[in-house]
């Protein structure tokens, strides 16, 4: 019998949460940065994630400007053997990082577009910042979702302003059991 803290692979007893900020087309990045500033979205962002456990791909991790997301435990999965990062731990693959967190009760995974498929179907919250505009430039992409799967349990509306240049709507869905 297994008890709550023990691992098997490809498992996690804990909550696996995604989020994410992306345009009317799912697009979430262009040439290895964000869509464009949106600093409350940064700020919740921050208030959901601190305290918990990030797992990132190696690109997202080189996207941060200042390294490592203070307050909370970074993990970097690449596919990259020799790879290291200054205060995260390097993961090579899901068991591996289910490793890092079996004491864990919630994991986010925070991008990019690789990590997002990797971990959607297996999701289990995601929280969704929609910024209603479309960047025609964009080349990094979060996967279509099934909306059937999800049921929305929050929305907040934010209107642009001097510090916003787009209206943007944050979203938490939750995985309907199957």
């Known amino acids: 019998m297994q008890n709550k803290h023990t691992t098997k692979r490809n498992e996690f007893s804990g909550e696996i949460a ?23 979205d940064l700020k919740h962002f921050k208030q959901i994630t601190e305290h918990h456990t990030v797992v990132m791909g190696r690109k997202t991790f080189e996207s941060l400007p200042k390294g490592a997301l203070p307050n909370r435990k970074n993990i970097v999965l690449t596919s990259q053997k020799h790879a290291e990062f200054t205060n995260c731990i390097v993961c090579h693959s899901l068991d591996e990082v289910w490793q890092h967190c079996e004491n864990e009760d919630k994991v986010f995974f925070i991008g990019g577009e690789q990590i997002y498929r990797q971990i959607i179907d297996r999701a289990n919250t995601l929280y969704l910042t929609r910024i209603h505009h479309t960047f025609d430039d964009a080349d990094t992409f979060f996967p279509v979702i099934d909306p059937d799967d999800w049921t929305l349990v929050e929305e907040k509306k934010q209107d642009a302003d001097e510090k916003h240049p787009f209206n943007y709507t944050f979203f938490t869905y939750i995985r309907n059991d199957k």
């Open 18 to 40: 995604v989020i994410v900020a992306t345009d009317e087309n799912n697009a979430i990045g262009k040439k290895g940065n964000l869509l464009c500033h949106l600093p409350n």
